[in-house]
């Protein structure tokens, strides 16, 4: 079972671009999940991963990538069957879970 945390961070260069909402009902549909949004309390740990470790750039591109896709799909009312959204959100939350992981472990 995933660990669905909620987390805030920040750093330019590893955020993605928010994306608002223009659903009447208020749905949080577009809603921001970068790590710079999600961990501003591990900003020092984001910086740090940054500057040193190219591994943890690529998995944060490759996150922020897939959040984008999850944003875009959610704003164009979900032009997937529900279980392929269920499984890309799924996939989110375990890459945040271990780009969490990995900032704490450098605090």
Known sequence: MLNHRAY???RQDVMAVPVQSNDPGGAMLGEEHSLTHDFPEHI???NKLTESDPDFVAQVKTYNALDKEI?????NGNP???DEM???????AAMKDDL???LVAVT
């Open 44 to 46: 020092d740990a984001i």
């Open 8 to 10: 805030r961070n920040g």
């Open 80 to 82: 997937i069957d529900d």
């Open 86 to 92: 269920h499984k890309l959100k799924n996939r989110r």
């Open 71 to 75: 944003r875009t799909l959610e704003l």
């Open 100 to 102: 969490y992981d990995r």
